[in-house]
């Protein structure tokens, strides 16, 4: 979440020119209404498939029982209360928690019927409707209030009495709609969003629209018409391939609100307008299983973390463009989920994992995937021995952008997994409370700043933060992936050229080499952030790496000279503790000729010979 922090700018704005464009009038735009509710995301016709999942299915029936629990425990909680907190000091966390009891109460209710569940989420729903707003400041907390109690709405019509269904209507419309009508008008604020915020403002406001469009369609038909731009616009950043920019982390949360988006338009329209259509997205679901590694840990490149969450999305864009691969994935991630005794409940949208959810076996061995896979506008690749396996090699391998909505000053880093560990680590983000974290001290902080990644740095200098690397080799086949990127956009002033090249070879051995040329006398630090215990050889040119029960080799094939030094790494307050973590380094002071480093990592019992180094140039599949 980028911290954009504005005031909706008062009133109600009248739909202009572009609205009647786009949208026409609330009778032609909602011509197609369903009238009766519920209407949003599964109708009731297609619940009888989900009681029988659950019955037929054991881990439906486990995932049913789980949200049976979480919801017990909700039962003996009190609403939630209007509390501005959380390190960006907003209301979303209290949104949050509203959405996650509503939808589990309400889904669950639709499901057995249990009278206890509707009146804990109808409390819930007024409680929330009597908040003195929905903290337009910080519009995520608006988007997903509305969205809270727009699906409340629909779902548990029928059990609201008159009254109550004004007093939840009202709110949406005086609390969400209005002003998102604000900001979405010409030259508004989220007119003009280009992130996540983009599909979770609209995502969400379109959800509290399709809910009350019969009894307000002139404002629902006005929202709906005018958050179609936006989502069209923001949706091109899927082409060409599906690759997300923001990383694995943010393409769970924006295409959550996404697909809610375009399944709420669906059930409740009959029609997406075409934007499921947009190029790449019928394919986005291939970029969450390749960014996860055999260790259900995500190549966390930029404001992220290693651990997973679960994306139902998956399971509804499986349906929607014939992947069964994405449903036999998620349905893998959220029983991993379990086994490490990650509660359900805490994703607020667990209830879809179960009602999206269908009757399917089959294991992504069997699913005949690509041992390597390659994301152009992203610029990122992903490398493994095989799926299915914990102890599998996996490579995440990133070029990008260093202006990505997110993004670190990290061209060139990598992820490694192997033996059933992380060896090679990204540390992910800090706190968004920082000072300045989305703004001027962002790159004073080490987990943002190039020398926290696994990159090179030059002169212990940042990245320039306006620099591209793209993908300049990509290469996938039954025995090994290779990756190339184009670095020298990093250091403009400092090196005339930087390639750097990243390959999966036989026997779980993975080369990474670098090929810089300085323009003038330059120092290069190679670095490596672990958690694993190092132990470097007498010559300095090995490392031994050890975690857990397993080992890990890093030899360096080049320079001839090169030798590891490992340093603690140690920040200051108030950055997030780095405790247990290395930085394994080869130092290359004042270098002035063209220079090749060659890192060979391997099984400690490794005895094939080394491969011999050649210009990435030459690299062939």
């Known amino acids: 979440m980028m911290k954009l922090f504005w ?4 009133g109600f704005l009248l739909a202009g020119a572009g609205f009647a464009a786009e949208s026409g009038s609330a009778s032609g735009l909602l011509g197609t209404l369903r009238p009766s509710h519920p209407r949003l995301l599964v109708l009731e016709d297609q619940l009888a498939r989900v009681r029988e999942s659950t019955n037929a299915d054991a881990n439906a029936r486990n995932l049913y029982l789980q ?11 009190p609403p939630s209360t209007y509390v501005i907190g959380g390190p960006e000091h907003t209301l979303l966390e209290v ?13 669950l209710y639709r499901l057995n019927g249990d009278g206890r569940l ?3 989420a109808r409390d819930e729903m007024l409680a929330a409707a009597g908040f003195p707003d929905w903290y337009p400041k910080h519009f995520l907390d608006t988007a997903e209030m509305t969205a809270a109690l727009g699906v409340g709405y629909d779902w548990l019509y029928d059990y609201l009495s008159p009254a109550e269904r004004l007093v939840i209507r009202q709110a949406i419309v005086t609390k969400g709609l209005d002003p998102g009508l604000a900001g979405l008008a010409d030259k508004g604020r989220l007119a003009r969003l280009h992130n996540n915020w983009a599909q979770v403002c609209n995502g969400g406001l379109t959800l509290g629209a399709l809910a009350i469009a019969g009894e307000e369609p002139e404002k629902a038909a006005e929202l709906v018409g005018r958050t179609r731009a936006p989502m069209r616009k923001i949706m091109e950043l899927f082409a060409p391939d599906g690759g997300f920019e923001e990383g694995p982390a943010y393409w769970n949360y924006a295409t959550t609100y996404n697909v809610l988006y375009l399944a709420g338009l669906e059930s409740a329209l009959g029609t997406d307008f075409g934007l499921a259509s947009a190029e790449g997205f019928s394919s986005t679901g291939n970029y969450r299983m390749q960014t996860i590694g055999p260790l259900g840990k995500c190549a966390n490149f930029g404001d992220a973390g290693e651990p997973i969450g679960i994306a139902p999305q998956m399971l509804w864009l499986a349906a929607k463009f014939q992947h069964p691969e994405y449903a036999v994935h998620e349905r893998a991630v959220a029983r991993l989920a379990s086994l490490n005794r990650i509660n359900m409940e805490l994703s607020r949208f667990a209830i879809m994992e179960l009602l999206w959810n269908s009757p399917g076996t089959g294991s992504l061995a069997g699913a005949a995937l690509p041992a390597g896979a390659k994301f152009d506008r992203v610029a990122a690749a992903f490398m493994r021995s095989a799926w299915n396996d914990t102890n599998a090699v996996y490579v995440g391998f990133k070029g990008g952008s260093n202006r990505s909505s997110h993004g670190h000053l990290d061209l060139g880093t990598f992820v490694l997994d192997a033996a059933g560990e992380r060896w090679a680590l990204d540390l992910g983000a800090d706190s968004y409370g920082l000072p300045g974290y989305f703004g ?19 002169d212990n200098e940042n990245e320039d933060p306006n620099a591209a690397a793209p993908l300049t080799q990509f290469a996938s086949g039954t025995n090994g992936a290779l990756a190339v990127a184009d ?10 050229d930087w390639q750097r090249g990243i390959r999966l070879l036989g026997g779980g051995r993975v080369l990474l080499q670098d090929e810089v040329v300085p323009r003038n006398a330059a120092d290069i630090t190679w670095n490596f952030h672990t958690r694993a215990a190092i132990t470097i050889s007498a010559d300095g040119r090995g490392a031994t790496l050890a975690q857990g029960n397993a080992k890990w080799m890093a030899r360096i094939l080049a320079p001839g000279d090169g030798k590891f030094e490992k340093m603690s790494v140690q920040v200051a307050l108030p950055q997030r503790s780095t405790a247990g973590v290395w930085n394994l380094i080869i130092r290359r002071p004042h270098t002035e000729s063209p220079t090749t480093l060659a890192v060979l990592f391997t099984p400690p019992d490794d005895l094939t010979p080394r491969p011999v180094i050649g210009p990435l140039s030459q690299w062939k599949p």
């Open 7 to 10: 005031m909706a700018v008062g």
């Open 67 to 77: 949200l049976q629990t979480a919801a017990e425990k909700i039962l003996r909680e």
């Open 440 to 458: 001027a001290l962002r790159w004073s902080y080490y987990r943002l700043r190039t020398e926290g990644h696994n990159t090179l740095t030059v």
């Open 95 to 107: 949104s949050r928690n509203v959405e996650g009891r509503v939808w589990l109460l309400a889904g």
């Open 118 to 120: 509707a009146a804990r």
């Open 487 to 496: 670095l020298k956009a990093a250091y403009p002033q400092k090196l005339a």
